[in-house]
């Protein structure tokens, strides 16, 4: 008989919380963001930028929601929307002293952008396990050839962060079916009247059978089209 496997957390204290409470908010107003790119088709993600004020006291500085085909850009992620306006509010190409909210971890576009920005830290919410470059697929800034600035923290509000994708993607799979199902069975006003309907005037194969246009939608392809 073995052992019995004695976690860490059966022996170690506590480990301290590994968000702040300033970051949760601020998680919850990028959830906010996400729903917005929800509302236009995007894909939803946000993402929101804190810095502290004179007072020490973390602000909202920038937010952003993805919106690549919204504004016909494939750079646009919500990660370099809220940076592009940090950026410019600030006057400043680097932000070092901020920290990055969003609710699906970085791509590596993304990734590389944060750390030219030399960002604090950053804080993500769902894992993103196709492109995901802060530790699902490749964790970018683990390099120390890359990256000498920039904390990640993953996890934050994690659950919230992928239900909200996955009841995105759950409903444009349903509406991906249900235009698949109407081109099948045509309403009951397109019907051709069976008195129009002779042997002699079949319907041509080739217009009975439709293929679909609509690729299927892989679950992780921010701004693919609807
Ligand atoms: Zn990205």
């Given at each position: 008989m073995t052992d019995p496997i004695v976690l860490e957390s059966d022996t170690d204290p506590a480990p301290a919380a590994p968000f702040t409470p300033a970051e949760e908010r601020a998680m919850r107003q990028a959830l906010d963001q996400a729903q917005n790119a929800w509302l236009v088709g995007e894909v939803p993600v946000g993402a929101v930028i804190l810095r502290d004020d004179a007072d020490g006291l973390p602000q909202v500085i920038a937010t952003g929601y993805n919106r690549p085909i919204t504004t016909t850009d494939?750079?646009?992620h919500a990660e370099l929307v809220a940076l592009r306006h940090a950026a410019q509010l600030l006057d400043n190409?680097?932000?070092?002293d901020c920290t990055l909210v969003v609710t699906l971890e970085p791509c590596a576009m993304c990734a590389m952008a944060l750390m030219h920005a030399r960002f604090k830290r950053i804080v993500f919410g769902a894992r993103d396990?196709?492109?995901?470059?802060?530790?699902?697929?490749?964790?970018?800034?683990?390099?120390p050839q890359l990256n000498h600035h920039t904390i990640v923290a993953g996890g934050c509000m994690e659950a919230e962060c992928g239900a909200m994708l996955r009841e995105f993607f759950a409903e444009r799979r349903a509406a991906h079916k249900a235009r698949q199902a109407a081109r099948r069975a045509p309403a009951e006003d397109d019907a051709i009247p069976?008195?129009?309907?002779t042997v002699d005037d079949p319907i041509p194969i080739g217009v009975a059978v439709e293929i679909d246009p609509d690729p299927p939608v892989p679950p992780d392809a921010r701004g693919a089209p609807a």
């Open positions: 494939p750079t646009a190409y680097r932000l070092p396990p196709k492109t995901g470059a802060a530790g699902s697929v490749v964790d970018l800034f683990a390099l069976v008195a129009d309907v």
